[in-house]
């Protein structure tokens, strides 16, 4: 496999674990206002959106990296 195949499968990797992570973080809040807990002697709700916001931070990275070479391709 190339290293774009790659790039793309990771980009997809990290953009839907992210949004599952932020489903994740929700889900832990909202258990928590009833008194429950999912995850959370592991992770916080906050920490677990800092992780998803992490996630996806790379996702735009990977994103403008492609448009970029794209870019100087078509140059």
């Known amino acids: ?3 774009e195949r790659w790039i793309s499968l990771a980009s997809r990797l990290f ?5 599952a992570l ?3 973080a929700l889900v ?3 258990a928590n206002v009833s008194g ?3 995850v959370q002697p592991a992770f916080t709700p906050w920490r677990l959106l800092e992780i998803a916001g992490i996630l996806l931070i790379f996702v735009i990275a990977m994103q ?4 970029r070479d794209e870019l ?3 140059a």
């Open 28 to 30: 832990e809040r909202a």
């Open 22 to 24: 932020l489903a994740l």
């Open 1 to 3: 496999m190339d290293l």
């Open 36 to 38: 429950y807990t999912i």
């Open 72 to 74: 100087r391709r078509r």
């Open 64 to 67: 403008l990296r492609e448009v």
């Open 15 to 19: 953009f839907f674990g992210g949004f």
